[in-house]
């Protein structure tokens, strides 16, 4: 069974820098598909950003610039470097595995991810 413990975000005020950690527990790093989600308050989840084992990748347009979705495979472990924040950005985070593919520069939907992290919280002041 796969487990996703997330950890980094916190508060920072508009132009900094927070970086996520997804670290992956039982999931198969030869062949993956992660992304990350957000979903503000009173809003629908979005996808953020999606990295697969052929090295594609995948950006929402609203971020595109400013952050930048990696891996550790030393560590297991998925990242997401978020520069330039803007109060828009501020949003529960959610790590997600398993989806099939990144295809185009399109983020997998939510419903191809078969585990998700507790998510952390980002909050970015003006």
């Known amino acids: 069974q796969v487990q996703l413990v997330q950890s980094g975000g916190g508060s920072v005020q508009a132009g900094g820098s927070l970086r996520l950690s997804c670290a992956a527990f039982g999931y198969p790093w030869s062949s993956y598909c992660m992304g990350w989600f957000r979903q503000a308050p009173g809003k629908e989840r979005e996808g953020v950003a999606a990295?697969?084992?052929?090295?594609?990748?995948a950006y929402a347009d609203s971020v595109k610039g400013r952050f930048t979705i990696s891996k550790d495979d030393a560590k297991n472990t998925l990242y997401l470097q978020m520069n330039s924040l803007k109060p828009e950005d501020t949003a529960m985070y959610y790590c997600?595995?398993?989806?099939?593919?990144?295809?185009?520069?399109?983020?997998?939907?939510?419903?191809?991810?078969?585990?998700w992290g507790q998510g952390t919280q980002v909050t970015v002041s003006s």
């Open positions: 997600a595995a398993d989806c099939r593919r990144v295809v185009a520069g399109i983020i997998p939907p939510d419903y191809e991810y078969n585990a």
């Open positions: 990295l697969d084992s052929d090295g594609r990748t």
